[in-house]
């Protein structure tokens, strides 16, 4: 094991003296906020509800780079109260507020519905967005809104609230 440590280093070494460089991969930060929105919608039941939203992005970008986000959301209260749903008949996505050294907004679009049954959480998943970090500092990721549709296209449902945006992820940008 020491000697493929040891193999790895000279490697490294060899590399950077020559200009290559070596890029180590960039670790992700997902984090999960809670909020309760109120909700407007048409075809489905209107009212205040409470989400779990998971973002996932990277911990570190380079000013003047695209980094993509992720984002699944998960209706936790009030549980599903229609019957079984097949996967993909809802699609829908994620408003995130960019703070700190950015401002603006990313949507974590594509988002999908696994099978529900009567009586679980909803969920959308699979939600991805792009943007590009302008300048250097730490830039925060803020859950906002959340619309729903059917799988047609058809608008269902718009949930946001006033206030407090929790952060979910935050991005050191050098």
Request: glycine share 16%.
């Amino acid at each position: 094991m020491k000697s493929v440590r040891r193999i790895g280093t000279i490697l490294a070494a060899v590399a950077t003296a020559a200009g290559l460089g070596l890029v180590a991969p960039v670790a992700a930060e997902a984090g999960t906020v809670s909020v309760t929105w109120g909700c407007g919608t048409i075809g489905g039941p209107a009212g205040i509800k409470t989400f779990e939203i998971t973002v996932t992005a990277p911990a570190t970008a380079t000013a003047g780079q695209a980094v993509t986000v992720h984002a699944d959301l998960t209706q936790v209260a009030p549980a599903w109260a229609g019957g079984t749903e097949p996967a993909g008949k809802y699609t829908g996505y994620i408003v995130l507020d960019l703070g700190g050294a950015a401002s603006g907004r990313v949507d974590a679009t594509g988002m999908t519905n696994p099978v529900i049954q009567p009586g679980t959480p909803f969920r959308l998943t699979g939600g991805t967005g792009q943007v590009t970090l302008p300048a250097a500092g730490q830039v925060t990721l803020a859950t906002s809104s959340y619309v729903l549709y059917y799988s047609t296209g058809t608008f269902i449902a718009s949930c946001g609230g006033s206030g407090t945006k929790p952060v979910a992820a935050t991005i050191q940008v050098s």
